[in-house]
């Protein structure tokens, strides 16, 4: 254990299991109001203990103290950029905070009677008015709990259409730029995988599709942008190629950031897509708070949308659950409706050029990274980027020290790591996505970072291969604690 | 580095055949691009496989790959020391890491397979 004679902020913490002592309370219960009943009578003996073994007891002044010094260890996008790539880390407005919490929101139950819950059925509304203009799709549904829920309604819809006409179909194509979930998706929904290589420039190979697209691909699986940051610049021509085939077009919206407000899936012949309202509406995740995935479609899946859907009756919203021909239900109760709240308070609150402009913004800061970068890592696509650049880290590993390493050393620098080694198809990606919430200022400081980690690399390579330094903890072994996982702790006298 | 008795697919996967049995395992190259292998998962013995198609997946620290099956025909025989020590198929993939044992159906599949000279023309290690 780490023994300190007294605890420094920028120390690390011990496990809790290590400061017990016997007979800590952190609480104090009220008297007993009810009859007494015998635990082991009740339940049987063999299901009662008296003892939890090495559970610990600590007062509540070191239970408290042991969280909030656990809480100041995280690096949190309030506290610099995050450019996690493909995961548009951006900052989240106090605002959508402010407007989840109103009582009448925050308090709502999901059982409240349709005629006292007037006020989320329109929140609901609203957005889904919102997101559809947004998408140029026809129809859409807010209860998918995060983006791989999302990529699995939506090719559930898909199934679920093309059952209708009388054959599933049989596989799914995935190229090999789109987002890592997509084949799992396509698996978990019962459909066989069939990869697409990409061309040179990193976009959907037309030939390739056209050889593949037969009567058995029930759907091509794209993310555009591609987790390359490049636009798919076929698309158009590529949906065409699978409608007349019989097949679908679904879109992976995680890198929507790049699109809203510019252009449309809707128009470029999507028929499914979902959107990651956590990434491109600013509602917190990573570990911040619960997702949402939205599934947008065209008008031919609506009868499939999982229930329960939104009805006006008159002036009054209500669910409407009678839909035969539905999926069913893909979710408790509504949706996560706090972060339905906060997406809709997002986009209130830009509007449509607000909308528009941080997209533009995003896009500018993505290339500004990339031209000051570009003279100190190799680029395998040069294609433009639109959200996100990714590099690759060919230059450094021919010195020993791949980009792993460079991410490690970032986290020295006070960054959090950019994404590491995806997309597969680029050789030790580094792939940056900035967002537009970042200033110049803090660009550059990235900026700098990096090229100064690059530097490093070229005078003490050994220095960057052992990085981080400055942290709590010096580089864990990553690879015994996926071989050999301690999953549970065990007291130091019976290891 | 890479046996001349071995055949070799474009997925990096090798294979050597004695007497119809052909065992199976990954490339040195698949296994240095991979990096450090934690986990493998393998077929039961007794199932079919089919040449180009999964066989089962590696993980390493960066991420899963799928192994695609050199041959086609059934499985006799699974590595079981690879789920208690994956390292070793960084330590020795051509050897004592083998995956499987794979009773061949179609023993003419070999010829679509490239030899250890051109493999390593194929990886850029010539």
């Known amino acids: 254990m780490i023994k300190k004679v007294r605890s420094h902020i920028n120390r690390d913490e011990g496990l809790l299991f290590e400061r017990s002592s016997p007979g800590k309370r952190a609480y104090q219960l009220p008297e007993l109001d009810v009859p007494l009943v015998d635990a082991a009578a009740a339940l049987g003996k063999e299901n009662v203990r008296e003892q939890i073994e090495h559970f610990p007891e600590v007062s509540e002044v070191e239970a408290i103290r042991h969280f909030t010094r656990l809480s100041t260890h995280n690096y949190a996008i309030d506290l610099g950029l995050y450019p996690l790539g493909s995961c548009t880390m951006k900052y989240n407005p106090r605002i959508n905070e402010q407007v989840a919490r109103t009582e009448g929101l925050a308090w709502a139950h999901p059982y409240q009677p349709e005629p006292l819950a007037q006020g989320c059925l329109e929140v609901l509304q609203s957005l889904e008015s919102a997101l559809l203009e947004i998408t140029g799709m026809d129809a859409v549904t807010l209860q998918p709990s995060a983006g791989a829920h999302g990529e699995w309604t939506g090719i559930m819809l898909v199934r679920a259409l093309l059952t209708s006409r009388g054959n599933p179909r049989k596989r799914i194509l995935v190229p090999d730029s789109a987002h890592g979930t997509n084949p799992a998706t396509a698996a978990m929904a019962g459909y066989g995988v069939e990869g697409i290589a990409s061309n040179e420039r990193g976009m959907i190979d037309l030939a390739a599709l056209e050889r593949a697209a037969n009567d058995e691909i029930a759907a091509l699986m794209v993310t555009n942008p591609s987790t390359l940051g490049i636009f798919e610049e076929n698309i158009v021509k590529a949906t065409e190629i699978m409608h007349s085939r019989g097949g679908m077009v679904y879109m992976d919206g995680a890198n929507m950031n790049a699109l809203v407000g510019v252009t449309r899936p809707g128009d470029f012949g999507i028929d499914v897509m979902h959107l990651n309202l956590h990434k491109t509406f600013s509602t917190p995740h990573g570990g911040g708070g619960p997702g949402a995935g939205p599934v947008a479609v065209k008008k031919i899946f609506e009868p499939f949308l999982p229930v329960p859907r939104l009805k006006r009756i008159g002036e009054a919203l209500a669910f409407d659950y009678d839909r035969p021909q539905s999926i069913g239900k893909v979710r408790a109760y509504y949706g996560n409706f706090g972060v339905l709240v906060r997406a809709l308070a997002y986009i209130m609150a830009h509007g449509g050029p607000g909308l528009r402009n941080a997209t533009l913004d995003a896009i500018l800061n993505a290339n500004y990274i990339r031209k000051q970068l570009q003279p100190y890592f190799d680029m395998p696509y040069t294609s433009p980027s639109m959200h996100e650049c990714v590099f690759s880290d060919d230059r450094q590993a021919k010195l020993g020290v791949r980009t792993g390493d460079i991410a490690k050393r970032l986290i020295d620098y006070g960054f959090h790591p950019y994404t590491v080694s995806f997309p597969l198809i680029v050789h030790g990606a580094l792939m940056i996505e900035p967002t537009e919430t970042e200033s110049k200022d803090e660009l550059d400081l990235f900026v700098d970072a990096l090229i100064s980690i690059a530097k490093e690399v070229e005078t003490d390579p050994e220095m960057v291969r052992k990085a981080p330094h400055l942290t709590r903890t010096s580089r864990v072994d990553e690879v015994t604690a996926a071989r050999k996982p301690v999953l549970r702790w065990v007291a130091a006298d019976e290891r | ?126």
């Open chain 2, 1 to 126: 580095m890479y046996p001349d008795n071995y055949r070799y697919t474009k997925e990096h996967e090798w294979v050597l055949v004695e007497e119809g049995i052909g065992t199976v395992g990954i490339t040195h190259h698949a296994q240095n691009e991979l990096g450090d292998i934690v986990y493998v998962d393998l077929p039961q013995i007794g199932s079919a496989v089919l040449q180009g198609k999964t066989l089962g997946s590696v993980e390493s620290v960066k991420a899963v790959s799928d192994i695609y099956s050199p041959v086609s025909g059934e499985v006799t025989a699974v590595n079981e020391t690879l789920s208690s020590e994956p390292e070793k198929l960084n330590e020795d993939p051509h050897g004592v890491a083998w995956l499987v044992k794979v009773k061949l159906s179609a023993p003419g599949e070999l010829s679509q397979l490239m030899s250890a000279a051109d493999y390593q023309t194929y990886i850029g290690a010539a």
